[in-house]
C-alpha cells in the first residue's frame, strides 16, 4: 500500500520559514493536498493540486512537489500557524485517500 | 455545513452508527468521506459515499465491518461500524468531497 512519510515535528523561529516534508514513492506524479489542524478542531484544507491555495490562505503558504517529496513552506511563521499539518493523496491502486502521520509545528 | 451526531461509547463487539447532516450545498452533488483520528493523531481514511444512488468504497482494512448509508430526504450520510474493538476507539469525521469542508468530529469510545 501507498505511503507518506512527515516527519513528526518542525520548529521555526517567528518571523522565519518553516518547510515540512511529505515523502513518498513518485510521489511528485499524483496531485498532493495539505490540511491545517488546530487543537480541538477537524482538520482544514490549506493547499490543494499541489500548489493551490484555498480561498482565504495567506501568501505566506506555499507547497511544491517534485520527485519523491512534495513540501509545505509557510514563510514569516507566526504564533498562530502552530498547527499540525498533514499532506494527503489519492491512491487509485487501493482505491482511497492516504494521509502522511503529520507533522506538529511550533514556533519559537 | 456538515453537522454530526454526538459522542458514543460502545463496548466491544457492538455496533456503532454516526450520522453527518449536511446543508448549504446540493447534497446529492459532492461525494462523501469519512476519516477517523486516534489519540496518536494519525488520520485514517475509512471510505467514500455518493450520494446520488448510495455506492460506496470501503478501504480494505474495513471491509466487511463498516457500511456507509445516505438519506437524501435529510441530506444525512451515515456511517455504522460493526464488531467494535479497542482500537476503533477515535474522533470519527465526516467530509465532502474533496475534503473541503469537515464535520466537526464524533469522538466513538469503545471500551469494557
Known amino acids: 500500500s501507498y505511503e507518506l512519510t512527515q516527519p513528526h515535528s518542525v520548529s521555526v523561529a517567528l518571523g522565519q520559514t518553516a518547510t515540512i516534508s511529505c515523502g513518498g514513492r513518485d510521489i511528485g506524479s499524483k496531485s498532493v493536498h495539505w490540511y491545517r489542524q488546530m487543537p480541538g478542531q477537524a482538520p482544514a484544507l490549506v493547499i490543494y493540486?499541489?500548489?493551490e491555495r484555498l480561498s482565504g490562505i495567506p501568501e505566506r503558504f506555499s507547497a511544491s512537489n517534485s520527485g519523491n517529496t512534495a513540501t509545505l513552506s509557510v514563510s514569516g511563521a507566526q504564533d498562530g500557524d502552530e498547527a499540525a499539518y498533514y499532506c494527503q493523496v489519492w491512491d487509485s491502486k487501493a482505491p482511497g485517500a492516504v494521509f502522511g502521520g503529520g507533522t506538529k509545528l511550533t514556533v519559537l | 455545513q456538515l453537522v454530526q451526531s454526538g459522542a458514543e461509547v460502545r463496548k466491544p463487539g457492538a455496533s456503532v452508527r454516526v450520522s453527518c447532516k449536511a446543508s448549504g450545498y446540493t447534497f446529492t452533488n459532492h461525494f462523501m468521506h469519512w476519516v477517523r483520528q486516534d489519540s496518536g493523531q494519525g488520520l485514517e481514511w475509512l471510505g467514500i459515499i455518493n450520494p446520488r444512488g448510495g455506492r460506496a468504497v470501503y478501504a480494505k482494512n474495513f471491509q466487511g465491518r463498516l457500511t456507509m448509508t445516505t438519506d437524501t430526504s435529510r441530506t444525512t450520510v451515515y456511517m455504522e461500524l460493526k464488531s467494535l474493538r479497542a482500537d476503533d476507539t477515535a474522533v470519527y469525521f465526516c467530509?465532502?468531497?474533496?475534503?473541503?469542508?469537515w464535520g466537526q468530529g464524533t469522538p466513538v469510545t469503545v471500551s469494557s
Open positions: 493540486n499541489n500548489t
Open positions: 467530509a465532502v468531497d474533496p475534503f473541503d469542508y
